[in-house]
Structure formats: C-alpha cells, structure tokens
C-alpha cells in the first residue's frame, strides 16, 4: 500500500505560480501511474492530471493544458504539479492518487488517496 501526503498549496494571486509535491512511501512507486485531481465544496472531485509510471506520458484536464505541468523524481518517491497562470477558478483541495485501473478519469479509476492541500487564487 502506498501512501502519499500532499505539500505546497497556499495563497497566491491571480497570475502566480504554485508548485504542489506529492511524497509517496513504499518501494512500489515507480510501478505506478500517479493522477492529480481538485475539489471544491459541494461539487464533486475533478481530474487534473496524470502521469505514467515512467513520466514519459501525460494528460491534461482541457481546463489546465498549458498552464501546469505534473512531473514526477521515482528517485524521491515524489509527483509534481507545477502551476501557473493562476485562475481564481483554480481554487480547490488538490489531491495525488495511484492509478488503480488503466485509461479512465474518474476517481474511481485512482486510490490510497492523500489528505490534500488547499489552494486559493484570489484575483
């Protein structure tokens, strides 16, 4: 079982950038595709972003491609999802999780969720 805890939410400006880490523990990690997602209250988690357990395929939410960008270090055990050009409709809890089941996006398609961290982008 994996388990990952989510670092580097915060406030910022509409415009700015955030950097989000997800630290995962267990020697599995690099075997696994790794997915973002956010949610707001009352509605219900959304995709953000994922990639393959080798980094070399990504996926884009249309809502964030060409505006963040997830990487990930198997050597630190750690998933990235670099922010910029900040909307005020970015504002959610942003969450990691393992891929569970190939080529959905659903949460359902992803598991051993983190806590998450808060993001705020006031305009």
């Known amino acids: 079982q994996v388990q990952l805890v989510e670092s580097g939410g915060g406030l910022v400006q509409a415009g700015g950038s955030l950097r989000l880490s997800c630290a995962a523990s267990g020697r599995t990690f690099s075997s696994y595709a790794m997915g973002w997602f956010r949610q707001v209250p009352g509605k219900e988690r959304e995709f953000v972003s994922t990639?393959?357990?080798?980094?070399?395929?990504?996926d884009y939410a249309d809502s964030v491609k060409g505006r963040f960008t997830i990487s990930r270090d198997n050597a630190k055990n750690t998933v990235y999802l670099q922010m910029n050009s900040l909307k005020p409709e970015d504002t959610a809890v942003y969450y990691c999780?393992?891929?569970?089941?190939?080529?959905?996006?659903?949460?359902?398609?992803?598991?051993?969720w983190g806590q998450g961290t808060q993001v705020t982008v006031s305009s």
């Open positions: 990639i393959s357990w080798s980094g070399g395929n990504t």
């Open positions: 999780a393992v891929r569970t089941r190939r080529g959905g996006y659903d949460p359902g398609d992803f598991g051993s």
